[in-house]
Structures are given as C-alpha cells and as structure tokens.
C-alpha cells in the first residue's frame, strides 16, 4: 500500500479470515500438493494488495512467504487463462490493441498502413485500414 506525500503509511486494520475460511484454504492446499505431485506449494488470501493468510504443503523447498518457486513456461497457460476470463467478463475484446489497455506503451499501437498485418489481421484492399480475421 502507497504511503502520502510525507511517506506515511495510513493504519490498516485487516479482519482475520474466519477460523472456517483459514481451515478450508489449508484444505485446498494441502490437497492440491498431494494430488498434483508437487515437492511444495505456497498460497495467500490478499486483502487490498496485503497478505492477510499464508498456506502452504510440501517440504523440497519448506515454502515461507519469501520463497520463489520457477514456474517455467505455465506463465503463457497462466496468461491466456487471465485473458479469456477477462474476455468472458466483457472488460476486453481479444482484437483489443495493447494501448488500449496500457496507455503510453509503444507496444502493441496501431500499426501504420504498409507495415506488416498483425497475426489475425490483414490490410483492407486499399490498404488504408486493418481488418481482423
């Protein structure tokens, strides 16, 4: 969380998960560490951008909050996943260009007419505007 102008970080008071909430997210990982055949996992319930909850299973590494585990190439899945969730709840369209959603990026702006058509996309005939397969 941001501190103001001074630095000052404003005093949270985070409510506890319930003992019921606490016991079924250790449920759930515990679980999926041993069905899913992982030496170890890690997970946290966050509450405005804090941990309020750690769990973890698994003992090669013993996880702690600092530990960094390598994910490899699950980010591509983990990010297609995002963005077809994100598409199904209407906050963007698969054929949105990246500014749209990342003002000021130089990637992903409209590309001018006679540069190379994105993936998906192709030059009108005239080749004055994209079209979108």
Known sequence: MAGNAAGVRPVVTYVP??????????????RAQSQGRVPAIAAAVVRDGEPVHFARAGELPRPDPNTQFRIGSI???????LVLALRDEERLALDDLL???LPGTPIGARPSPGSPAPPGGIWSPSGS???WA
């Open 17 to 30: 998960l319930l003992p019921e909430t606490t016991h079924r997210v250790n449920e759930i990982v515990v």
């Open 75 to 81: 980010t591509k899945t983990m990010t297609a996943a």
């Open 99 to 101: 500014y749209r959603h």
């Open 129 to 131: 505007s994209l079209l």
